[in-house]
């Protein structure tokens, strides 16, 4: 998520996945995938540069969420400072069911 201003002031939060282009007409217009537009204060070049910042800490999270597999287990706060300890433990992550299927 990137947070972007409208033009009348309120801070909101935009999911930067859904952003199909960002067009300045002279606003900065913003169009979804789904054909919705926001307006915003933000110039273009300041989006740009939210979006890449936001999917740069997407890769860096998942790099030390790889780095600590403590972690993806839902481990204690002991075993999460056990991994950050000892970085080169063989330790593979536990597959975690999230959602039950419908059958």
Known sequence: MILLTRLNGPV???NADLIERADCTP???ITLVDGTKYVVAEPLTEIV???RHFRA????????LESHPAMFRGGSQDAV???AAA???D???TVVQLH???R
């Open 49 to 51: 540069r939210l979006i």
């Open 27 to 29: 606003d900065t217009v």
């Open 81 to 83: 400072a056990a991994a």
């Open 57 to 64: 800490s997407v890769v860096a999270e998942a790099q030390h």
């Open 87 to 89: 970085p080169g433990a």
């Open 12 to 14: 909101f939060a935009l």
């Open 91 to 93: 330790a593979k992550p």
């Open 100 to 102: 039950r299927r419908e």
